[in-house]
């Protein structure tokens, strides 16, 4: 699992989950979720967005789109 944090006048948090071993994939995803969420608990202003980007390659990101406490998948392949 791989961490980058980008931001503008707030910081986001994105989590970049790339696995090879498809047995690690969901506790991989539920750990990057669990960090998420417990980084979006203060501020209760943003979701989470999982991104599929191909099989093996997944990003996490708080968003603002995402009501607070929800999670959201999108699939980009």
Do not use: C
């Given at each position: 699992?791989?961490?980058?944090t980008?931001?503008?006048?707030?910081a986001?948090k994105?989590?970049e989950v790339?696995?090879?071993d498809?047995g690690r994939?969901?506790?991989l995803?539920?750990?990057a979720?669990?960090?998420?969420r417990?980084?979006?608990?203060?501020?209760?202003?943003?979701?989470i967005?999982?991104?599929?980007h191909d099989p093996?390659?997944?990003?996490l990101?708080?968003s603002?789109t995402?009501?607070?406490?929800?999670?959201?998948e999108?699939?980009?392949?």
């Amino acid at each position: 699992m791989h961490t980058q944090t980008t931001g503008r006048s707030q910081a986001t948090k994105q989590l970049e989950v790339v696995v090879t071993d498809p047995g690690r994939l969901y506790g991989l995803l539920d750990d990057a979720e669990a960090a998420l969420r417990q980084i979006a608990m203060p501020q209760r202003s943003a979701g989470i967005l999982v991104t599929r980007h191909d099989p093996g390659r997944y990003t996490l990101a708080l968003s603002g789109t995402v009501p607070f406490g929800e999670t959201r998948e999108q699939i980009l392949s």
